[in-house]
């Protein structure tokens, strides 16, 4: 994840040095890395390090889907395979599209058809998981007794698309 770069200015040199020399001095040991993010922030007037990096973020704005593509494509590996299941919902829909994307439309399947679809599109080896998740999502169907599947053809959102592009282009030939 890349890191988030958090810009820090003062207006007035001399009292934030005032304020680092007297936290300093109240020390009785080195200050650790964190401690010292904390001392910094608390000299430019924040009450800790995490404090001014929300204020960083608040003034960032929200993200933007080129920002979400770019946070979920991390969880492809150069194969277009899905390496590991994330944390986010919204993270692991987007990423179920591309696991749908490569299930053939209008056709059955057995369960056993339907995991080598999605047993080639995934690396971390829980195909129940991702199987389970597009009959919940309404992206696969399935018969009452879980014989035969079924791909709902629905019509993906722009990001949702913009992740299948970028994924799928990069699938061997």
Not at 8 to 24: E, G, H, N, T, Y
Not at 47 to 65: E, I, K, M
Not at 86 to 93: E, I, L, R, Y
Request: hydrophobic share 40%.
């Amino acid at each position: 994840m890349p890191k988030t770069l958090v810009p820090f200015a003062v207006p007035d040199l001399s009292p934030l040095a005032k304020s680092l020399r007297s936290q300093l001095a109240s020390l009785d040991h080195p200050p650790t890395h964190v401690e010292m993010l904390n001392l910094l922030a608390k000299a430019g007037g924040y009450s800790n390090f995490q404090s001014l990096r929300a204020d960083v973020r608040a003034d960032a704005g929200p993200a933007t889907a080129s920002d979400r593509i770019a946070r979920v494509i991390r969880h492809f590996d150069a194969e277009g395979r899905m390496q590991r299941w994330p944390g986010k919902t919204s993270h692991q829909d987007l990423c179920l599209w591309v696991i749908w994307s490569r299930i053939p439309p209008d056709q059955d399947f057995s369960e056993r058809d339907i995991n080598t679809f999605i047993q080639a599109g995934h690396s971390f080896g829980d195909h129940a998981l991702l199987r389970r998740s597009l009959v919940d999502m309404k992206m696969l169907a399935r018969t009452q007794d879980g014989r035969i599947y079924r791909r709902i053809e629905k019509q993906p959102d722009a990001d949702a698309r913009a992740l299948m592009d970028a994924i799928n282009p990069r699938l061997p030939a």
